[in-house]
């Protein structure tokens, strides 16, 4: 197992800007979600990912968005980037979205808008 | 709207002593609260599930209660170590389907002292 691994770890971006994240899951694993973290703040939860679909969505805006792809990494795109939009982004990968399976989580990407 | 709420925000103890750590919610119709760490530059690792039937869980040094009637959930740490040192994170999940779409709180900074 490799775990979960989000690319890239650093990222400068910006306002306006778009920017794509990238997280590979956990072998095997075919749910993802993904978590903004704002500094000093708890994650707070953008969408996630289930065999290919999406399967629920937080409090974020439709420029927020994300794709899964058939061998289960993902992507989370941002589009017309804000100086707020400045977090830490965190993927979290489980072997299927039932409550019986644990996530694993990235080490996240720190995405910086100027 | 369910908002978790971690009191302190940063705790700074010596070596040996116990934490405890504090964690509140507004809707006590939880499914289920789980206590994680956060180290810098990584990820979150979960330390203990409780079950909303559940009054508490235990893992070595480590005791996590549950209160849902008041909303309150206790992580206690025994015997601090320098390695304990990590930002603990409460998040709760409301119904078996937001199962990895977790809320929350803005966590404790622990700083343990040798």
């Known amino acids: 197992e490799t775990g979960v691994t989000q690319s890239p770890t650093h990222l400068i971006k910006t306002r306006g800007q778009q920017v794509t994240l990238r997280c590979s899951s956990q072998?095997?694993?075919?749910?993802v979600s993904w978590y903004q973290q704002a500094l000093g703040q708890g994650p707070q939860f953008i969408f996630q990912y289930y065999r290919e679909e999406e399967n629920g969505r937080g409090n974020f805006p439709p420029r927020f968005s994300g794709l899964q792809f058939p061998n289960y990494s993902s992507e989370l795109n941002v589009n017309a980037l804000e100086l707020d939009d400045s977090a830490l982004y965190l993927c979290?990968?489980?072997?299927?979205?039932?409550?019986?399976?644990?996530?694993?989580f990235g080490s996240g990407t720190r995405l910086t808008v100027v | 709207k369910q908002e978790v709420t971690q009191i302190p925000a940063a705790l700074s103890v010596p070596e040996g002593e116990n934490l405890v750590l504090n964690c509140s919610f507004t809707d006590s119709a939880i499914y289920n609260l789980q206590w994680f760490r956060q180290d810098p530059g990584k990820g979150l690792t979960s330390l203990l599930l409780?079950?909303?039937?559940?009054r508490e869980q235990t893992s070595g040094r480590l005791n996590a209660s549950l209160d849902k009637s008041s909303g309150r959930s206790t992580l206690y740490i025994a015997a601090s170590q320098p390695g304990d040192s990590a930002t603990y994170l409460c998040?709760?999940?409301?119904?078996?389907?937001?199962?990895?779409?977790?809320?929350f709180g803005a966590g404790t900074q622990v700083v343990v002292t040798p």
């Open positions: 409780i079950q909303s039937s559940q």
């Open positions: 998040a709760v999940a409301m119904t078996t389907d937001s199962w990895g779409k977790f809320q």
């Open positions: 979290a990968s489980s072997l299927a979205a039932g409550q019986n399976y644990g996530y694993t």
């Open positions: 072998s095997g694993h075919n749910t």
